[in-house]
């Protein structure tokens, strides 16, 4: 990465025109307002500001270094406190980075067909891909005239225009927050509910059947509303560091156990049988896109990044590439086991659906683990589940702080702080009673915001930097952004085409 962190500097001393801001007198409902500063000691003028702003309530320690987006960031969730440092950017990375969804990994190898090559190649080429377009993220945050991009979604709408901008990442932006909240409830509830019938399996100390579906996504939702009043970001880097804890335990006891019991009863790692070749193409898509959704958390990198303090002598850059790196090695000490072991251990009997590794222990080894064993997995996950909303939620908190404090000028209320919060509970609960089924739609879904991940930090960053015309960083940017752009197409076809030939069951309000 030294290699990169040169290429990145000598882009940075390029005199060539950069892509600072786009339709600057846009308010802040819509997005930042992006207010270059191209002086150290610039201060917040009213040629810079909307005319709704009140200059007179910016302080100067909210525009140190002349290097906020907007005055009103100041009083946002997500860049109200810059206190971060490499430790606490490291548990929001981990916390966030860590998914559910790396249960499923052994069924992208065993769709794969040749299991082991295959999805081993394809795991360790998303895993640097996505490394990669996080290391541009990470560099794109601080222009050159020291303006901070905070949010995914200001970056996108400097680069590509308010138009196009929202057009290409608002949805996907919001889904991968909301969206990401009402799965982590369903996973959540639905692991609270096979807790309740692990602990309770031989009926005679409880009733496995206590609670239904639904009451279980409520116990779920109202615990993940009592944390979520923390009151910005940089506030959960303990919540973070519980949630981190969680997923490295439970994904050791997950991957550990496999190995631990050996391999079931005839075991087979032979590709499901498909009836045509289409059906093939979409299992193989399928696989696929189970492994490069393993990798999330791209819609907070710059949020995360967010949280560190301005520091002229030490751009945020170089503090949130040392947590990046540590966080990453992490990750891929607890994925890589997992699909390996797993597949190993359960071949293509790991079920597809939510909690995928995690249903499979408690299917073929409910009777040689001990319900101490198993139930303490479930806390663990409903635990990273709690911590996980947390992050992702906190994106959406901020953008309905935005819509009020664009409007009223003011900072929120404590109390309207927490009815907007107890509201998105609220909506996202019952996303999650209506849409019990949403996992199946993963595929189809992710495959649309996947250039979140994969393709738009290439372009983002061939448009901002600029790099020199067919030179290496130019071609790799423009083939890695394209082939992005191509992969989910292919992915979003190959859902579809599995969701017409297969079907959806939709139990709606039957969790």
């Known amino acids: 990465m030294?290699?990169?962190e040169e290429v990145a500097d000598q882009a940075n001393r390029r005199p060539a025109d950069r892509v600072h801001s786009f339709n600057s007198t846009s308010k802040r409902s819509d997005?930042?307002?992006?207010?270059?500063?191209?002086?150290?000691?610039?201060s917040p003028t009213s040629d810079h500001l909307d005319a709704n702003y009140d200059v007179d309530n910016v302080t100067y320690a909210n525009w140190r270094g002349g290097s906020e987006l907007n005055p009103q960031d100041a009083w946002l969730p997500l860049t109200e406190s810059r206190k971060g440092n490499v430790f606490s950017v490291s548990f929001h990375l981990l916390c966030s980075g860590i998914g559910i969804q790396a249960l499923l990994l052994p069924v992208a190898f065993a769709s794969l067909g040749h299991g082991w090559p295959w999805g081993t190649v394809c795991l360790s080429l998303a895993f640097t891909w996505q490394l990669y377009t996080i290391?541009?993220?990470?560099?794109?945050?601080?222009s050159d005239s020291g303006t901070r991009y905070s949010r995914y979604l200001d970056l996108a709408i400097t680069v590509f225009g308010q138009k196009l901008g929202k057009v290409l990442a608002l949805v996907p932006v919001m889904y991968l927050s909301a969206g990401t909240c009402v799965q982590l409830i369903i996973i959540g509830g639905g692991t609270i509910k096979l807790f309740i019938r692990t602990v309770c399996r031989d009926g005679k100390t409880c009733d496995p059947k206590s609670l239904t579906g639904a009451e279980c996504f409520l116990v779920f939702m109202c615990m993940a509303i009592v944390v979520a009043q923390f009151p910005n970001l940089n506030s959960l880097a303990w919540v973070s560091f519980i949630g981190t804890a969680a997923a490295v335990v439970y994904c050791t006891l997950v991957w550990g156990l496999s190995i631990g019991k050996g391999r079931i009863n005839n075991v087979s790692y032979d590709p499901p049988v498909m009836e045509s070749d289409m059906d093939r193409f979409g299992g193989i898509m399928n696989a696929i896109g189970i492994i490069c959704l393993a990798f999330r958390g791209h819609n907070v990198i710059l949020?995360?990044?967010?949280?560190?303090?301005?520091?002229?002598?030490?751009p945020t850059c170089k503090t949130m590439w040392r947590g990046v790196t540590i966080?990453?090695?992490?990750?891929?000490?607890?994925?890589?086991?997992?699909?390996?072991?797993?597949?190993?251990?359960?071949?293509?009997?790991?079920?597809?659906s939510n909690g995928g590794?995690?249903?499979?222990?408690?299917?073929?080894?409910?009777?040689?683990?001990?319900k101490a064993v198993l139930g303490l997995i479930c806390i663990l996950v409903i635990v990273h589940c709690l911590s996980s909303f947390q992050i992702y939620g906190m994106v959406i908190f901020d953008k309905l702080e935005s819509n009020y404090t664009s409007r009223k000028n003011k900072p929120c209320a404590r109390w309207l702080r927490t009815a907007l919060r107890v509201f998105f509970g609220g909506v996202t609960f019952f996303a999650a009673v209506t849409f019990p089924f949403l996992g199946s739609l993963a595929p189809l879904i992710g495959g649309v915001t996947l250039p979140l991940t994969y393709a738009y930090p290439c372009l983002m960053w061939i448009a901002i930097?600029?790099?020199?015309?067919k030179g290496v960083m130019w071609c790799v940017n423009m083939g890695l952004g394209f082939l992005g752009l191509v992969l989910s197409l292919l992915l979003v076809i190959a859902a579809a085409?599995?969701?017409?030939?297969?079907?959806?069951?939709a139990n709606f309000f039957k969790p």
């Open 357 to 370: 590794l995690l249903i499979a222990i408690s299917q073929f080894h409910a009777r040689d683990i001990s």
């Open 465 to 469: 930097k600029k790099p020199q015309p």
């Open 31 to 42: 997005s930042a307002q992006i207010i270059p500063i191209t002086s150290a000691t610039a």
């Open 135 to 142: 290391w541009l993220l990470v560099h794109l945050h601080e």
């Open 2 to 4: 030294a290699g990169m």
């Open 327 to 352: 966080s990453y090695a992490i990750i891929a000490i607890c994925l890589f086991p997992l699909a390996t072991a797993g597949f190993w251990t359960y071949g293509n009997k790991v079920p597809s």
């Open 303 to 314: 949020e995360i990044q967010g949280t560190l303090p301005t520091n002229p002598k030490l």
């Open 497 to 505: 085409w599995n969701l017409g030939n297969k079907g959806l069951h």
